[in-house]
């Protein structure tokens, strides 16, 4: 069925269910001219916004609409983790070709749905438009944070510890075996999954922002070396990072020795990881990852450290020190792999 035969007001009467859970504080949602939320006395409000576009950002036939619609939420509220927040309610809009028929559209919004029930997140509205070519998905994310919690890039002090949340690169590698038309084996399966299902750590920011050991703190979207550079900037100081402490996962390990990639490059300025990076203060560091182990059954995992301003560098095992560049990667414009 296409979007034509139901039209714009039958598909938002088609979605609209499940929007809307948690009714505390809305006193309007999907249906007027403008959603009506009453702000959360004390704290404040964030604001993030995140724009996918196919061919861009995604490829539609690679994935499925439940996996595009859980992601590009995903997204958002990785933003609203980075910060130390709750995120409370999204707003959708959609630029969507004549082609896509509206199962597919339905697959989104479930997994959407699906995602913001899981942390409590309201759908309040948004757009939806025709496009030409390419379906664009722009969700707004808003969230609230105590004033006093509020975990930001600037705030690195030299000596503290520079740590992440979880393994890097898993992503990036799921996404070279997308553009390639891998097939993906169940021993790589964790790897596109990385790629197309990320877990916003949402709780993960909670906790260090209710620490008061995180200094600064920021989400992995553009790569390792990207992001710490962010912080590095904002702080206005510099970081050592060390090739050894990069948590990388079995199944990355697997990939790189089979197409012959370098797992550290891959760890460093692959993207997409969505896990959270943090720099601690040193003294609080222990009672902080004894914290985290004990509330995610995970570790804290050190990386490096913080450093003067002007430094930026990867110390290897064999003392080489490489200059950190800030790579990242184009979404889509090579895929050679990430390269330092
Ligand atoms: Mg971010």
Same mark, same amino acid.
């Given at each position: 069925m296409l979007l034509k035969q139901i039209g714009e007001f039958g598909f938002i009467q088609r979605i609209r269910n499940g929007c809307l859970i948690r009714p505390q504080g809305v006193v309007r949602a999907i249906g007027d001219d403008a959603a009506a939320i009453a702000p959360e006395p004390g704290r404040l409000t964030l604001v993030t916004t995140d724009l996918l576009v196919?061919?861009?950002?995604?490829?539609?036939?690679?994935v499925t609409g439940e996996e595009l619609g859980h992601k590009a939420l995903a997204v958002n509220l990785s933003d609203i983790a980075a910060m130390g927040g709750t995120a409370r309610e999204a707003f959708v809009s959609l630029a969507i070709p004549e082609r896509y028929p509206v199962e597919f559209l339905d697959g989104i919004y479930r997994g959407m749905k699906t995602l913001a029930a899981l942390y409590g997140v309201n759908i309040l509205g948004g757009d939806t438009t025709?496009?030409?070519?390419?379906?664009v998905i722009c969700i707004t994310v808003v969230g609230s944070v105590a004033p006093e919690r509020i975990l930001t890039r600037a705030g690195a002090q030299v000596g503290?510890? +520079?740590?992440?949340?979880?393994?890097?690169?898993?992503? *990036?590698?799921?996404?070279?075996?997308?553009?390639?038309n891998i097939p993906v084996e169940s021993e790589m399966a964790a790897? *596109? *999954?990385?790629?197309?299902?990320?877990?916003?750590?949402?709780?993960?920011?909670?906790?260090?922002?209710?620490?008061? =050991? +995180?200094?600064?703190?920021i989400d992995i979207s553009d790569g390792l070396s990207s992001d710490v550079g962010h912080i590095a900037e904002e702080s206005k100081v510099g970081v050592r990072l060390f090739a050894d402490k990069l948590p990388l996962s079995e199944e990355l390990g697997l990939f790189c020795r089979r197409y012959g990639f370098d797992p550290v490059s891959w760890a460093l300025a692959g993207g997409e990881d969505y896990c959270l990076l943090c720099t601690v203060a040193p003294s609080l560091l222990e009672s902080l990852a004894g914290a985290f182990r004990e509330s995610f059954g995970r570790p804290l995992i050190v990386i490096g450290e913080i450093a003067e301003a002007g430094v930026a560098e990867v110390v290897f095992p064999d003392g *080489?020190? +490489?200059?950190?560049? =800030?790579?990242?990667?184009?979404h889509f414009s090579s895929d050679g792999g990430p390269h330092l």
């Open positions: 196919e061919r861009i950002h995604f490829l539609t036939d690679a025709g496009a030409k070519e390419d379906l503290d510890a +520079v740590c992440v949340t979880g393994a890097l690169g898993d992503s *990036r590698a799921g996404l070279h075996l997308i553009l390639n790897l *596109r *999954r990385a790629h197309v299902r990320p877990e916003p750590q949402l709780r993960e920011g909670r906790l260090l922002a209710d620490s008061s =050991a +995180v200094t600064a703190a *080489r020190r +490489v200059f950190l560049e =800030a790579g990242g990667w184009d």
